[in-house]
């Protein structure tokens, strides 16, 4: 048994996003927690807004309104399948479920019933909660695989690698025509 950080998603009232977390920051502070939970947290993304006048400004948007990301450490336990085969649980803590549970515009833990879910790497990098640096095997020249978004299962020749980004290029054969086009490490693989 083991300890890991992992992302849970906690729904709050709507509007009540900043509220949650300033309290539950103040909650891990006073209760001495701050080993447990390492960060809170709610995704926001610049937009432009145009005023009544016609004047633009840029303001922050929440990216997922009712939801509060929370970093917590948790006991990782494994367990023998019926396979033969070994998976691992996440343990939360029974007192950091409480005092997040019973955080004042909590509503609840997003997961089946009382069972909180974490997040996978995937989910967390695609969330834009957190960035976990992915390293590519791959080099300027080979050809890759797309696994998600509109051009799933296109093969591309990689034509420049941005590991500050997290960003590649490619060149992919689309109707008879080689097309640029720029993904995230994780929509490549290597074939």
Known sequence: MGQEARWFVVHTYSGYENRVKEDLEKSIENLGMQDTVLEVKYPTEEAIEVTATGKKKV???????????????VDTVEKERSDGGVSVEWVMNPRTWYVIRNTRGVT???????????????EVTAM????????????V???VRVVS?????FIGRVEKLD?????VKLTVSMFGRETPVELDFVQVQKI
């Open 163 to 167: 590991p500050e980004r997290q960003k």
């Open 128 to 139: 834009g909660v957190e960035r976990i640096p992915i390293v590519l095997n791959i080099d």
């Open 108 to 122: 609840g833990f997003v997961g089946p019933g009382s069972k909180p879910v974490p997040l996978s790497d995937e």
């Open 59 to 73: 303001v922050q948007r929440k990216v997922y309104p009712g939801y509060v990301m929370v970093k917590i450490l």
């Open 141 to 143: 020249g080979e050809e």
């Open 149 to 153: 978004g509109p051009l799933e299962n």
